[in-house]
């Protein structure tokens, strides 16, 4: 036994200066006649426009992070590291001098990034530090390293200065840290907000 499908319920047409009442021909039909089509089509082709840039923009983010460099990589996961930092202590004053003042906060490594480039994303030799120790006194070591002790022990610093061995990351590698980053971040300003 076969069941005849519904009739099509009347609808009000969409375009105000019309608003006829019409049952409509075909599905997903919103006027009644053509003349109402094209006084209608402004607003529809609003909606493509937007959907078609849309579009285009995702496609140009696919090409440009295919095109990135490791270096590029390498930059991002970079500052996204140094922002974790910065929020991870933000209550801490300054690793090397102490204070807490209204200035610029950096993400200072206690075993420089050029003397020990495996150490870059090590969270136990970066903590945040004022751009003045950081840039003027070159990191202020001494008290950036009597300090360290305090936070995070003596055997964690002697591991610091200790030999390690080299660490050459591949761009996959640095777009799975820069994700970790960006969610502990979130996490971070999430607990901030609450």
Same mark, same amino acid.
């Given at each position: 036994? &076969?069941? *005849? =499908?519904?009739?099509?319920?009347?609808?009000?047409?969409?375009?105000?200066?019309?608003?006829?009442?019409?049952?409509?021909?075909? @599905?997903?039909? *919103?006027? !009644?006649?053509? *003349? !109402?089509?094209? %006084?209608?089509?402004?607003?529809?082709?609003?909606?493509?426009?937007?959907?078609?840039?849309?579009?285009? &923009?995702?496609?140009?983010?696919?090409?440009?992070? &295919?095109?990135?460099?490791?270096?590029?990589?390498?930059?991002?996961?970079?500052?996204?590291? /140094?922002?974790?930092?910065? @929020?991870? #202590?933000?209550?801490?004053?300054?690793?090397?001098?102490?204070?807490?003042?209204?200035?610029?906060?950096?993400?200072?490594?206690?075993?420089?990034?050029?003397? /020990?480039?495996?150490?870059?994303?090590?969270? @136990? /030799?970066?903590?945040?530090? !004022?751009?003045? !120790?950081? /840039?003027?006194?070159?990191? #202020? %070591?001494?008290?950036?390293? %009597?300090?360290?002790?305090?936070?995070?022990?003596?055997?964690?610093?002697?591991?610091?200065?200790? =030999?390690?061995?080299?660490?050459?990351?591949?761009? #996959?590698? @640095?777009?799975?840290?820069?994700?970790?980053?960006?969610?502990? %971040?979130?996490?971070?300003?999430?607990?901030?907000?609450?």
């Amino acid at each position: 036994m &076969r069941i *005849a =499908p519904k009739p099509p319920k009347p609808k009000k047409c969409r375009v105000p200066e019309c608003g006829a009442s019409f049952v409509p021909s075909r @599905l997903g039909q *919103a006027v !009644c006649s053509p *003349a !109402c089509a094209i %006084i209608d089509a402004p607003r529809n082709q609003e909606k493509a426009r937007k959907s078609l840039a849309q579009v285009a &923009r995702r496609e140009i983010k696919v090409r440009k992070e &295919r095109i990135k460099t490791r270096s590029d990589h390498f930059r991002e996961t970079q500052a996204v590291f /140094n922002e974790w930092i910065r @929020l991870r #202590d933000a209550a801490l004053p300054c690793v090397s001098c102490g204070r807490h003042h209204e200035g610029q906060y950096h993400a200072g490594h206690y075993r420089t990034v050029g003397a /020990n480039p495996e150490l870059r994303f090590e969270p @136990l /030799n970066v903590h945040k530090q !004022c751009a003045p !120790c950081n /840039n003027h006194k070159s990191g #202020d %070591i001494v008290n950036y390293r %009597i300090e360290l002790v305090k936070r995070i022990g003596q055997d964690q610093v002697e591991w610091l200065e200790g =030999p390690h061995s080299a660490r050459k990351y591949t761009a #996959d590698e @640095l777009k799975a840290l820069k994700a970790k980053y960006r969610e502990l %971040i979130k996490e971070l300003k999430k607990g901030e907000a609450a």
